[in-house]
Structure formats: structure tokens, C-alpha cells
């Protein structure tokens, strides 16, 4: 049974860091694309970050650039979002979500991705 299983969330101070981690189960990452959504309460998903595991390309959301990087594990089959200088619009559950198709990674739709994980909450706060 293919399973994500997201952890790492927690409450931090306004320009700290954390290390979401999204570790799959059931199958092996490789050849898939790997995203990080994020949804805050009364609005809609939003597409953060994906890898592409096939050829690593990477992609991030104007609103993270220079502030998250996502990064893989192949031997731990987990992908991590390492978040720092955080602010308070990061608030938000996180969720990772995966696919085999074919995507296009600077699209991040929400509806391209078959298997999400259970999310992990994010909050920012002084």
C-alpha cells in the first residue's frame, strides 16, 4: 500500500527554521515528482515546492524562493522541506503529495498528484 507520512511540523518564532520530512512507504521514490502543498485556514491549496526524482529539478513558489529548499534521502526513501526565515503566512498545514505521471514541475496542480500524505501542521507565531 502506497502511504506518505509527513512529519516535522511545530510552532516557531517568526525567523526560525524547521524540516518537514516525507517519508514514503510502499514504494520507492525514484522516478516520481515529490510536492510540498500548504493550506491555511479559509484559503485555498497552495503548490510550494516539488522535485522531480528522475532528473532533480526543483521547483518553488515565488512566495518560499531563497527561503525553502527541498532535498531527497534516497536510502531513507524521504523527501524533507527545510524552511527558514520563517513568517507568519507560513502558517498552514503542510501536506506532501506524490505522482508517477508526467507533470510539469512550475505548474504544481494540485489535481496532478495521486497520493498525499496526512499533513503536518506549520505555525509561526511571536
Known amino acids: 500500500q502506497l502511504r506518505l507520512v509527513e512529519s516535522g511540523g511545530g510552532l516557531v518564532q517568526p525567523g526560525g527554521s524547521l524540516r518537514l520530512s516525507c517519508a514514503a512507504s510502499?514504494?520507492?521514490?525514484?522516478?516520481?515528482?515529490i510536492a510540498w502543498f500548504r493550506q491555511a485556514p479559509g484559503k485555498e491549496r497552495e503548490g510550494v515546492s516539488c522535485?522531480?526524482?528522475?532528473?532533480?529539478?526543483?521547483y518553488y513558489a515565488d512566495s518560499v524562493k531563497g527561503r525553502f529548499t527541498i532535498s531527497r534521502d534516497n536510502a531513507k526513501n524521504t523527501v524533507y522541506l527545510h524552511m527558514n526565515s520563517l513568517k507568519f503566512e507560513d502558517t498552514a498545514v503542510y501536506y506532501c503529495a506524490a505522482t508517477a505521471g508526467v507533470v510539469v514541475v512550475s505548474l504544481l496542480r494540485a489535481w496532478d498528484y495521486d497520493y498525499w500524505g496526512q499533513g503536518t501542521q506549520v505555525t509561526v507565531s511571536s
Open positions: 522535485l522531480s526524482m528522475s532528473d532533480g529539478s526543483t
Open positions: 510502499g514504494f520507492t521514490l525514484d522516478y516520481w515528482t
